[in-house]
């Protein structure tokens, strides 16, 4: 069984669509994330989630929106897409938010935007 | 100056060769710190956390020093499996956990 896993795995799509990628953890854990790897492979975390609430929200464009339904699921949609939003999303799952302990992350989802 | 540094790479050995990756961090109020490892076209994994006492893990060996900010992993005998990215993983202020850019590693035959 997958621990992670994240869907779709690539996707492409033109200049100012809206898109949603999905993710759900069936580790049991209480903190999910959202993190951004760009073409010079510099990972960057977007969001944080603890038990379907924000803990972290960096500096990223309100175009992104990120929604918790439970704490297994942590789904991210992104309005008006631009060329620059093309990299690599992964979502990743750990037991608890202080950070102290191992990410799971999924397989990633590569967006490229035409 | 970046919260996690890294060796630039790419690290290119002969296999049977020992090699070691380096990372800084300027957050000394940082608490757990790991490498991971990064295939091609794949997600990160864990490869090992990293102790203050220095931990080993067969081949692997990382070490931590908290007075100079600074964090280590040793790879002994290299093997053409080992070729990956090795991602320095802190974890900063407010409880982030930050990557560094990763250090390329290439083992050839």
């Known amino acids: 069984d997958t621990a992670v896993s994240q869907t779709p795995k690539y996707l492409v799509t033109q200049m100012g669509n809206d898109k949603s990628i999905k993710c759900e953890q069936n580790l049991g854990h209480d903190t999910m994330y959202w993190y951004k790897q760009d073409s010079k492979k510099f990972l960057k975390i977007m969001f944080s989630?603890?038990?379907?609430?924000?803990?972290i929200n960096e500096t990223v464009p309100n175009r992104f929106s990120p929604k918790s339904p439970d704490k297994a699921h942590l789904n991210l949609h992104i309005n008006s897409l631009e060329l620059g939003d093309s990299a690599v999303y992964f979502c990743?799952?750990?037991?608890?938010?202080?950070?102290?302990?191992?990410?799971?992350f999924g397989s990633g989802t590569q967006l490229s935007v035409l | 100056r970046k919260e996690v540094e890294q060796d630039p790479g790419p690290f290119n050995v002969p296999e049977g060769a020992t090699v070691a990756f380096n990372c800084t961090y300027s957050?000394?109020?940082?608490?757990?710190f790991f490498w991971y490892r990064q295939d091609c076209r794949k997600e990160p994994k864990l490869l090992m956390s990293v102790y203050s006492s220095g931990n080993e893990d067969g081949r692997f060996t990382a070490q931590l020093n908290r007075a100079s900010q600074y964090i280590s992993l040793l790879i002994r005998d290299s093997k053409l499996s080992d070729s990956a990215t090795y991602l320095c993983?802190?974890?900063?202020?407010?409880?982030?956990?930050?990557f560094g850019a990763g250090t390329r590693l290439f083992v050839k035959a």
């Open positions: 993983v802190v974890t900063g202020g407010g409880f982030k956990t930050i």
């Open positions: 957050n000394s109020a940082s608490q757990s």
């Open positions: 990743a799952s750990s037991q608890n938010k202080e950070g102290n302990e191992k990410l799971f």
């Open positions: 989630y603890n038990n379907k609430e924000l803990i």
